[in-house]
C-alpha cells in the first residue's frame, strides 16, 4: 500500500480487531500504573467505572512525583499524579494523517480515540478547585509506534 493511501486510512479501519485498552483508574494506585507501563508504553489513559477518559498518567507524570518526594509515592494514587489538561483526542473517523498532524503539533506520542458522540459532563481538576468539562467514552489508543507500524 502506498503512503498516501495509508496516512488516508481511518483511524477505525487501523484499530479493527485490537486488543482491550490498558487503562488505570483514578483510585488505582501509582504503583500499578507503573507495572502496567513496565517499560513498554509510557503513558497510560484514566478512565471512570463507565470507560469515560478522565486523564492521562504518564511515565514523566511518576517522574516528577519521584522527584519531589520518593517516599510519598507508595502512597499515592493515580488521580494525584495524572494530567486532565493534556489530553489530546481524536475521532474514530479522523484519518492517519490527522493522527500524525496532532502527534507532532502537541508533541505526544498518544493520540486518544473517543466517541464524541458519547459525552458525560463532569468536575475536574484544575488548579485549586474543579471546573466543568465534558468527558467521552475511550475506545482506543492510537501512537506513533502504530505510524510505525502502518509503514512498515
Known amino acids: 500500500m502506498r503512503a498516501k493511501e495509508l496516512l488516508d486510512k481511518k483511524i477505525e479501519e487501523v484499530m479493527k480487531g485490537r486488543e482491550e485498552v490498558i487503562s488505570v483508574k483514578p483510585e488505582d494506585s501509582v504503583q500499578k500504573a507503573i507495572e502496567l507501563l513496565n517499560g513498554k508504553i509510557s503513558g497510560l489513559p484514566v478512565v471512570d467505572d463507565e470507560d469515560y477518559l478522565v486523564g492521562v498518567v504518564s511515565n514523566m507524570d511518576i517522574l516528577r512525583e519521584l522527584s519531589s518526594d520518593p517516599e510519598r509515592l507508595k502512597e499515592l494514587k493515580v488521580k494525584d499524579v495524572m494530567s486532565t489538561?493534556?489530553?489530546?483526542?481524536?475521532?474514530?473517523?479522523?484519518?492517519?494523517?490527522?493522527?500524525?498532524?496532532?502527534?507532532?503539533?502537541?508533541?505526544?506520542?498518544?493520540?486518544?480515540?473517543?466517541?464524541?458522540?458519547?459525552?458525560?459532563?463532569?468536575?475536574?481538576?484544575?488548579?485549586?478547585?474543579?471546573?466543568?468539562?465534558?468527558?467521552?467514552?475511550?475506545?482506543?489508543?492510537?501512537?506513533?509506534?502504530?505510524?510505525?507500524?502502518?509503514?512498515?
Open 85 to 152: 489538561y493534556t489530553i489530546i483526542s481524536l475521532s474514530p473517523h479522523s484519518t492517519v494523517r490527522d493522527a500524525i498532524m496532532l502527534m507532532t503539533k502537541h508533541c505526544v506520542h498518544r493520540i486518544f480515540v473517543i466517541n464524541l458522540e458519547d459525552e458525560k459532563k463532569v468536575e475536574m481538576r484544575a488548579g485549586r478547585g474543579l471546573r466543568p468539562t465534558s468527558v467521552y467514552k475511550l475506545l482506543g489508543v492510537f501512537s506513533a509506534s502504530d505510524v510505525v507500524r502502518l509503514l512498515s
